[in-house]
């Protein structure tokens, strides 16, 4: 089983910052993809970054220039640096940790954190 932890939300105004994490622990061989979702009263669950093994990474269209994605391999943790925010971007944030289950097989699995909330006033 694999544990997602995430951390770094709150309460901000208009215009200001805040940097996200997620750490995964457990079993597994090798992590593949990190992203981050989130999804807002009402509405349904929106990929907002996600990043490559490799560290290429890719964001939605309503994102991007605010909001940087990043990992840090040695850690098993994937950041999101959210700046500009709007109250738009008021949601409950989810990180998504592909892994590969084991070095004898190409098998993954999908793991989520438990949420962490970011709410911008206007």
């Known amino acids: 089983q694999v544990q997602l932890v995430e951390s770094g939300g709150g309460l901000v105004q208009a215009g200001g910052s805040l940097r996200l994490s997620c750490a995964a622990s457990g079993r597994f061989f090798s992590i593949n993809a990190m992203g981050w979702y989130r999804q807002a009263p009402g509405k349904q669950r929106e990929l907002v970054a996600d990043?490559?093994?490799?560290?290429?990474?890719n964001y939605a269209d309503s994102v991007k220039g605010r909001f940087t994605i990043s990992r840090d391999n040695a850690k098993n943790t994937v950041y999101l640096q959210v700046n500009s925010l709007k109250p738009e971007d008021t949601a409950v944030y989810y990180c998504?940790?592909?892994?590969?289950?084991?070095?004898?097989?190409?098998?993954?699995?999908?793991?989520w954190g438990q949420g962490t909330q970011v709410t911008v006033s206007s």
């Open positions: 998504n940790v592909r892994v590969r289950n084991s070095f004898t097989s190409w098998t993954v699995n999908d793991y």
């Open positions: 990043i490559t093994s490799g560290g290429s990474p």
